[in-house]
């Protein structure tokens, strides 16, 4: 009787629901018929989505209720949009605003300030971007290594108590400003010089106005799991949340050592340590060429690194370690495996291999010979390169991981310039098509919940990444049969395809495959500006 009793109430409160509906005032949007794929990692269900002004006004079975628009999504799938958590897209944001290689992907939601670089002072570069008409949100990190560089210089030394006290001062500031936390680039000049202890003084600072600690890591190769260590490290002793980003394992001799790092993670976060990771879906890493020179001889900059080139016998260790990265590490065995991206000095390398570069300038492509084409580009003023150092195997287990979201580490590349990293156009898309539909590697709702709930969760946006009356209104409507990227290291300039309808703050941007004139994209800020 109690039973039959619920389900009477059930009927009826539903009736009057579905009578407030259709009664009360349109809905702007409603999206109708999708499999609904909520961002939660709950199995999808049919439904309807409801939007009004910039937010979702309704979720469920709302076919009758009035609407200005309507969107059929039959056989489509609905999902929040993507947050990327790791993009370099501030510089490309001001002369594409609509940031069409990622909307095209079904993101809403760009990350900057990645690898310990960023503005500084932030609110300025916050506030143009503010001033700026965007098709996406936009949110940013502060850079420890850009701090380090204003206070300390490209100086490989520790910092005085003074000179960290500033450093501390400037990212408590970045904070105020809207940064979401601190980033590293432990790999890069000058945070390579950087003591650890000294990272953690900084990072408490950053963990006490609620931020989080994500960091390119010391080191992917050799000392990958060193590295992870230290990330680890920090974030016990600084008590905040930390995150290994773009995890990857880089150069032949290391593959396998993510079931490793995956262990070291697992572990921490056993214990209480709050770690997570993020990814992207390709077997290849972005970076300048200085990334195949020794850190040690970067120290003071372009010019100080010129004139240890002028000397025989520094030039000669150098070299010798170039050569041990091309073997050992970026290059993996082979300077075919490193690829020019772009050359400011010489656009016609662009999609030329360090190998090629060196047979065209008359010499046999080995490891010594490319060390020294390597050399004579960074004396130009260096490139932009693509090294073809990870494996396969490593990078499915690390998107196994319950504790890995996505991450493009990509850019917002002027179409047709140069021949950049495929990530950028497709790195979302791939996850979907590749991983999820062929590989099955991961389910579609856990793939769509590592790009949006949990990113959201983790930079704190408690109104963004689930599809929940009440968000914000930032929504894709994609084609999981046809999703997929089509951007190539050989010709990335190619968007991707299966993304029909994408939603910021309840503005369509992209509207039956096509990128619109709607501009509705917000400044994002983190949690000490926003409190």
């Known amino acids: 009787m109690a039973c039959m009793l619920r389900v009477r109430i059930a009927l009826v409160l539903l009736s009057v629901t579905g009578g407030a509906l259709a009664q009360g005032p349109p809905f702007?949007?409603?999206?109708?018929?999708?499999?609904i794929v909520d961002g939660s990692g709950n199995p999808w269900f049919y439904g309807d989505i409801a939007i009004r002004a910039d937010r979702i006004a309704a979720v469920g079975a709302l076919g009758d209720a009035p609407a200005r628009t309507r969107v059929e999504a039959r056989r489509m799938v609905a999902a929040p949009g993507f947050i990327d958590i790791h993009t370099h897209?501030?510089?490309?944001?001001?002369?594409?605003?609509?940031?069409?290689?990622?909307?095209?992907?079904?993101?809403?939601?760009?990350?900057?300030?990645?690898?310990?670089?960023?503005?500084?002072?932030?609110?300025?570069?916050?506030?143009?971007?503010?001033?700026?008409?965007?098709?996406?949100?936009?949110?940013?990190?502060?850079?420890?290594?850009?701090?380090r560089r204003a206070v300390v210089g490209l100086e490989n030394r520790r910092a005085t108590r003074e000179e960290i006290r500033k450093m501390i001062e400037l990212a408590d500031q970045a904070m105020r400003d809207g940064a979401f936390g601190l980033s590293t680039g432990l790999f890069y000049v000058p945070g390579n010089y950087t003591p650890t202890e000294e990272i953690v003084e900084i990072a408490r600072a950053v963990g006490a106005l609620g931020g989080i600690?994500?960091?390119?890591?010391?080191?992917?190769?050799?000392?990958?799991?060193?590295s992870v260590q230290e990330v680890i490290r920090i974030a016990e002793e600084a008590h905040l949340p930390a995150q290994v980003t773009h995890h990857k394992i880089v150069g032949r001799a290391n593959w396998g050592r993510s079931t490793e790092t995956l262990r070291l993670i697992g572990q921490a976060r056993a214990r209480g340590v709050d770690v997570t990771a993020d990814q992207y879906p390709y077997t290849a890493t972005s970076t300048g060429t200085a990334a195949l020179f020794p850190q040690w001889a970067l120290e003071g900059g372009n010019d100080q690194l010129m004139e240890r080139l002028r000397r025989p016998d520094i030039r000669a260790r150098i070299k010798a370690e170039i050569v041990s990265r091309i073997l050992n590490d970026r290059g993996a065995g082979d300077p075919k495996n490193v690829a020019i991206a772009s050359c400011p000095f010489d656009p016609t390398l662009a999609g030329k291999s360090l190998a090629e570069i060196t047979a065209l300038a008359g010499?046999?492509?080995?490891?010594?010979?490319?060390?020294?084409?390597?050399?004579?580009?960074?004396?130009?003023?260096?490139?932009?390169?693509?090294?073809?150092?990870?494996?396969?195997?490593?990078?499915?287990?690390?998107?196994?991981?319950?504790?890995?979201?996505?991450?493009?580490?990509?850019?917002?590349?002027?179409?047709?310039?140069?021949?950049?990293?495929?990530?950028?156009?497709?790195t979302f898309a791939r996850v979907l098509g590749r991983y999820v539909r062929e590989r099955r590697i991961l389910t579609l709702e856990e793939a769509v919940r590592r790009m949006s709930s949990f990113p959201a969760a983790r930079l704190g946006l408690s109104d963004r990444?689930?599809?929940?009356?009440?968000?914000?209104?930032?929504?894709?409507?994609?084609?999981?049969?046809?999703?997929?990227?089509?951007?190539?290291?050989?010709?990335?300039?190619?968007?991707?395809?299966?993304?029909?309808?994408?939603?910021?703050?309840g503005k369509p941007v992209v509207l039956n495959g096509k990128v619109t004139q709607e501009r509705p994209g917000e400044v994002i800020y983190g949690p000490a500006r926003r409190l």
């Open 213 to 226: 600690y994500i960091s390119h890591i010391r080191e992917e190769a050799s000392q990958v799991i060193q």
């Open 465 to 505: 990444g689930l599809l929940r009356p009440g968000m914000k209104a930032d929504l894709v409507v994609f084609d999981p049969a046809r999703i997929r990227d089509t951007a190539t290291f050989a010709q990335p300039h190619q968007y991707a395809e299966g993304v029909l309808h994408v939603f910021v703050n």
């Open 28 to 35: 702007d949007l409603l999206i109708r018929n999708a499999r």
């Open 363 to 426: 010499r046999e492509p080995t490891a010594q010979n490319a060390a020294e084409t390597a050399i004579e580009l960074q004396q130009k003023g260096g490139c932009a390169a693509i090294y073809h150092a990870l494996d396969e195997g490593d990078l499915e287990r690390i998107l196994r991981a319950p504790f890995t979201m996505i991450g493009s580490d990509g850019e917002i590349p002027m179409f047709g310039a140069g021949v950049p990293h495929p990530r950028s156009y497709g």
């Open 89 to 147: 897209g501030r510089g490309g944001i001001f002369e594409a605003p609509t940031a069409p290689n990622y909307i095209r992907q079904g993101v809403t939601t760009l990350l900057e300030g990645q690898d310990g670089s960023s503005p500084l002072p932030l609110r300025p570069f916050l506030d143009k971007l503010s001033a700026t008409p965007l098709s996406v949100n936009f949110g940013m990190f502060t850079g420890q290594g850009s701090i």
